[in-house]
């Protein structure tokens, strides 16, 4: 069965420059949408597929940036955290950045103590944001630092009992980051020197990252944020649009999911939060948002939700099971639950999903209206795993909370 991509994808791909290369630069991938063209056999071996390394990584489960042959993420070790950069084909690591970052009692860490953020590779550069709000522009080559921002401490942004999660995204000559407060829910750092470009938004943040899209012909952000999702012209910071989103908003994390095609944003979250579609209409400089619907019967908590067709999938729940859920994304309308797997992470291969849940479970299904068809499925380690894949190529690179293990799919 071949599943028609979302014009919004190939809308969003044309906006980064490295969407037509075989790279995962940032959290998401390519265009941050958690797709890539790779097609992948519909089998496995019996032992699943060959690894290629595996290494152990410092505690968190701070995504994998892949880029020019290097691959980068972010670990804890004691009280300090470290960015790991390794060879993409032996897992050795090439440089560290090694910083203090030591966490206040008001911190809850009974999930871990982070990294939480995914760095993210533009310009000859890695950007990194600490569970503790610090952020890093170091040199791609060596790991060395040419500036540093403290989003919390340094520029009063919102604090967390959960630490920062958020990763950067870049525009232009800017990479763009949640810190929240008035004035500067969404803050854009020059890449060069770290020099504020704009700041906007009167927002608390929550733990969800930013995206672009395209609406009417023009480029957005599209944040989630603490009670709100909302949208900002990327070169001025101008707030373009909101709309509530409530729960326990400090808690929203999924990031929300947007097809250019008729305009839908679906946006989810757990602790009260629920799901809703608003559809966004350009008028003119303007942009009108309508809601279709809302309820709680779908409740994405941290993992990432996929639009395929006019159906999204994602496992929903909060305490309890947390079953995989399609919903029609146009009524709200939830067409079939399926627990064959725990909580998962998904990445579009081509036509299938590779999928790896929480328990370390990693597999390659069809999803479709009429249910989950599962292909091929090995349990890779039994060590949390709630980090989505990173998928270069035919490589994919998973990572539970202490390692990293690179795959080759047939």
Avoid at 151 to 172: E, H, K, M
Wanted: some cysteine.
């Amino acid at each position: 069965m071949r599943f028609p991509q979302p014009a919004a994808t190939l809308a969003v791909t044309l906006l980064l420059p490295s969407a037509g290369r075989a790279e995962w630069p940032q959290w998401g991938g390519p265009a941050r949408d958690f797709r890539v063209a790779t097609e992948v056999a519909p089998r496995w071996p019996e032992k699943g597929p060959a690894v290629r390394w595996q290494r152990p990584l410092d505690d968190g489960y701070s995504g994998v940036a892949v880029a020019d042959g290097l691959l980068v993420t972010m670990g804890r070790r004691g009280d300090s955290e470290v960015v790991i950069a390794a060879s993409l084909e032996s897992g050795e690591t090439l440089w560290t950045h090694e910083y203090p970052a030591p966490l206040p009692g008001w911190m809850r860490t009974n999930h871990g103590v982070g990294p939480r953020s995914t760095p993210l590779l533009a310009g000859g550069r890695v950007f990194t944001v600490g569970i503790m709000g610090t952020m890093f522009c170091l040199d791609r080559a060596g790991g060395a630092v040419l500036w540093r921002r403290d989003l919390v401490t340094g520029l009063g942004g919102t604090r967390n009992d959960r630490g920062y999660a958020s990763s950067p995204l870049s525009f232009g000559d800017t990479v763009i980051v949640p810190v929240g407060g008035d004035g500067q829910a969404l803050v854009a750092f020059r890449q060069s020197d770290g020099e504020v470009a704009w700041k906007s938004g009167d927002f608390d943040r929550g733990l969800s990252s930013p995206m672009l899209v395209r609406l009417g012909g023009r480029t957005q952000v599209v944040a989630l944020l603490n009670a709100f999702v909302a949208g900002f012209d990327p070169a001025s910071g101008r707030e373009l649009w909101k709309h509530p989103h409530g729960g326990r908003g400090e808690r929203n994390v999924s990031v929300p999911v947007f097809d250019g095609t008729d305009g839908l944003l679906f946006v989810s979250s757990a602790y009260g939060g629920g799901s809703r579609v608003v559809r966004l209409v350009a008028d003119g400089e303007a942009v009108r948002v309508e809601e279709l619907w809302a309820d709680e019967q779908v409740r994405v908590m941290f993992t990432n939700a996929l639009r395929i067709g006019d159906h999204v999938y994602a496992s929903s729940g909060d305490f309890g099971p947390v079953p995989l859920t399609a919903l029609d994304v146009k009524t709200g309308a939830v067409a079939w639950r399926d627990r064959t797997f725990a909580r998962l992470s998904m990445v579009q291969v081509g036509e299938r999903v590779l999928v790896l849940d929480e328990t370390g479970a990693l597999g390659l299904v069809s999803l479709s209206p009429k249910g989950l068809e599962v292909h091929a499925r090995v349990q890779l380690r039994e060590d949390r795993a709630w980090t989505p894949p990173s998928v270069v190529g035919r490589r994919a690179y998973v990572r539970t909370r202490t390692e990293l293990i690179a795959l080759e799919l047939p």
